[in-house]
Antibody, heavy 124, light 110 residues
Framework: EVQLLESGGGLVQPGGSLRLSCAAS????????MNWVRQVPGKGLEWVSA????????YFADSVKGRFSISRDNSKNTFYLQMNSLRAEDTALYYC?????????????????WGQGTLVTVSS | QSALTQPASVSGSPGQSITISCTGS?????????VSWYQQYPGKAPKLMIY???QRPSGVSNRFSGSKSGNTASLTISGLQAEDEADYYC??????????FGGGTRLTVL
């Protein structure tokens, strides 16, 4: 079964750091770009970051550029979102999502498999 | 990058057709064929309903269709059913090599 499982969310103070993980199973992980999408409870979706299948190329939304980094370990079928200098506005449910295809457009926009999300709360 | 513009809500009666619009710019929706639509029920993860403007993934009902004209993409649901009541989001690839979502549309089946 194709599955994504996020972990690592929690409560962190403003200015703090947190690392999210997403473990994948059921597909050839290294063949697909992977993404993070967040959602403030009751609000809309926001694309956050993506990483190419090889891990060589990261992509970021302006709202997190310079504060977040993304990486992957294809030997462990897992990718990560390192979040530094966290702000209250980063509070959200963070989903990991698999790209459906191999074009850049699909890599950053077409997500056929989603995890259930991990909640990040930034508060003092 | 600004979110794509969607109506906050639409409604329709069972059996009717509804259309949800998604307006962007030539830097996103209008410039690429990579527009997707997602359905989300409360408390659940989004589900891909349409990709590449008008393509349906396997298993998605053919009552769902997508199109695009200029900088505006549209999702049409025909033969509306109670189970279609959900939030719908469009998304697009952008010229800055990022993704961008619309603000979301709440569909109510009357």
């Amino acid at each position: 079964e194709v599955q994504l499982l996020e972990s690592g969310g929690g409560l962190v103070q403003p200015g703090g750091s947190l690392r999210l993980s997403c473990a994948a199973s059921g597909f050839t992980f290294s063949s697909y770009a992977m993404n993070w999408v967040r959602q403030v409870p009751g609000k809309g979706l926001e694309w956050v970051s993506a990483i190419s299948g090889s891990g060589a190329t990261p992509y970021f939304a302006d709202s997190v550029k310079g504060r977040f980094s993304i990486s992957r370990d294809n030997s462990k079928n897992t990718f990560y979102l390192q979040m530094n200098s966290l702000r209250a506005e980063d509070t959200a449910l963070y989903y990991c999502a698999k790209a459906r295809g191999w074009s850049l457009g699909e890599a950053l926009n077409t997500f056929d498999i989603w995890g259930q999300g991990t909640l990040v709360t930034v508060s003092s | 990058q600004s979110a794509l513009t969607q109506p906050a809500s639409v409604s329709g009666s069972p059996g009717q057709s509804i259309t949800i619009s998604c307006t962007g710019s030539s830097s996103d929706v209008g410039g690429y064929s990579s527009v997707s639509w997602y359905q989300q029920y409360p408390g659940k993860a989004p589900k891909l309903m349409i990709y590449d403007v008008s393509q349906r993934p396997s298993g998605v009902s053919n009552r769902f269709s997508g199109s695009k004209s200029g900088n505006t993409a549209s999702l049409t649901i025909s033969g509306l059913q109670a189970e279609d009541e959900a939030d719908y989001y469009c998304s697009s690839y952008t010229s800055r090599s990022t993704g961008v979502f619309g603000g979301g549309t709440r569909l109510t089946v009357l």
